[in-house]
């Protein structure tokens, strides 16, 4: 490549970068990819098979919550990780994908996580709902099933998967576990496995 088309080295303090640069080259200073390619092939690593589906509140990310690291897990995320539509069909192709071309390899594991504190909760206010169906979202009916107002959500979700035509044979494989995140304690139990 001439010198003059040579690409610039990351500038790490670069003012003029947006935030989300900014950050990503400071991370990229302590970024190990050979730890984490011996990482990722390790037998007993945790999160080797994961398939997770949480919130999209930031203060359940889940590298800071689960220590999930890079390469580790497909993570799913929407307004108050619930078990929609899209997330079926996501789900769905990577079951697809294992069924046809890795029958014999290990199931994923799926791990469902609702949180306390939930903003998605707010759906049960009527004004915000109706407001909300009013823009395009949710139609109030199905806006009131996404709020999680306790681990029932949890449990339904869990149901949802297994039951649902799409995941199917290949759910039947599966370890499906539905856990529940206290923002208070920073603890995550077990609803249902
Ligand atoms: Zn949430």
Known sequence: MPAGHRLPALAAHDAHDPPIVRRQHAGVESFQPHRHHRARHRTHHPFGQLYLITCIDPRVEPAAVLGVRLGEAIVARNLGGRVTPAVIKDLAWIVHLHEEKA???????????????????????????????????????????????????????????????????????????????????????????
Request: aromatic residues 6%; contains cysteine.
């Open 103 to 193: 029958p014999d390899a290990d199931w994923f594991e799926i791990a469902v996580i609702h949180h306390t504190d939930c903003g998605s909760a707010l759906l049960a206010d009527d004004d915000l709902r109706a407001g909300y169906a009013a823009r395009g979202g949710w139609d109030e009916q199905t806006s009131l099933k996404m709020a999680v107002l306790s681990s029932k959500t949890v449990q339904e979700d869990v149901a949802k998967l297994r039951s649902t035509p799409e995941l199917a044979p290949g759910i039947g494989n599966i370890a499906v576990g539905g856990y529940a995140y206290d923002l208070a304690t920073g603890k995550v139990t077990t609803v249902v496995q």
